[in-house]
């Protein structure tokens, strides 16, 4: 009889233990609840893309109603991998690494975080994103948490509609690649993230990881070494906070592509 009270009275305890834990979040309430902000600019005709690639194209084919009597709208559109906001896969500078295809879904999700060096790259659209930066945020924010995606924010989407200064030049074709003047990572920061921690990707709002002078893009080349995806002329990153804040970067799953037009969010709580 007293074995069965104390294991009535165990069951008792487990059971208020139990009830006054906190219940985990409703991940559905979440979603209902939170925030999401587009990343990504609008591809038309006036989508910048590296001056020597071709522009981005968009025909219509069918617009209007039909001899059956109804509506119909139908067009076709021209692009290369790399332009407007979109991916590099980690083939594009390393040979053997992952086609856009074949790189794993969950490596385009990710917790994210926001790196702001706008006050610097503004006085200096040749500025490097360095080592010290990242420590920087770290300082206030603590290490960048393992498995996220880093965003890097120069300040740059401003003159998203205006080419000269967002790429420095006006000019296409070859003669404008010597003339290119925009803020990226320093490869001594993209040695020190592939060493020190363990991220995903890094994205930011210019054309490339690598500044505008760039003739050797070794930040590409050590970031696609350790397949770490790279998101170029991400947009909107004024509205995204220093931290707590979820990454999805969806590209165009192109089969054998080097990168891929992307719809890349954020997703705030």
């Not at 020597?52 to 139908?74: E, L, Q, R």
């Not at 896969?89 to 992952?98: D, E, L, R, V």
Request: hydrophobic share 40%.
């Amino acid at each position: 009889m007293m074995f069965i009270k104390n294991i009535l009275f165990l069951i008792s305890i487990l059971t208020i233990i139990a009830c006054s834990q906190p219940k985990p979040p409703d991940a559905l309430a979440v979603l209902k609840n939170g925030q999401w902000i587009d990343l990504t600019y609008d591809f038309d005709e006036n989508t910048i893309y590296w001056p020597t690639n071709t522009p981005f194209t968009h025909d219509t084919v069918a617009f209007g109603i039909t001899d059956k009597g109804f509506f119909y709208a139908s067009g076709s559109y021209a692009a290369d991998e790399h332009g407007g906001t979109h991916l590099d896969a980690p083939i594009h500078f390393s040979a053997g690494k992952n086609t856009v295809e074949k790189i794993p879904f969950s490596q385009l999700t990710s917790e994210g975080i926001l790196v702001d060096v706008s006050e610097n790259a503004l006085k200096n659209n040749d500025y490097l994103v360095t080592t010290e930066d990242l420590q920087l945020w770290e300082k206030s924010h603590g290490n960048i948490p393992d498995q996220s995606t880093i965003l890097i924010y120069t300040g740059y989407g401003q003159f998203w509609n205006e080419r000269g200064k967002y790429l420095g030049t006006a000019m296409t074709g070859p003669e404008a690649i010597p003339e290119l003047h925009f803020p990226g990572l320093h490869p001594d920061a993209a040695k020190w993230l592939v060493a020190e921690r363990n991220i995903k990707g890094i994205g930011l709002d210019t054309p490339s990881i690598d500044y505008g002078q760039s003739d050797d893009f070794l930040a590409h080349q050590i970031l696609s070494e350790k397949e770490i995806l790279i998101f170029e002329n991400v947009a909107n990153l004024e509205k995204i906070p220093a931290k707590n804040f979820y990454i999805v970067a969806l590209p165009m799953k192109i089969k054998g592509g080097s990168g891929a037009p992307l719809r890349i969010a954020a997703f705030i709580p």
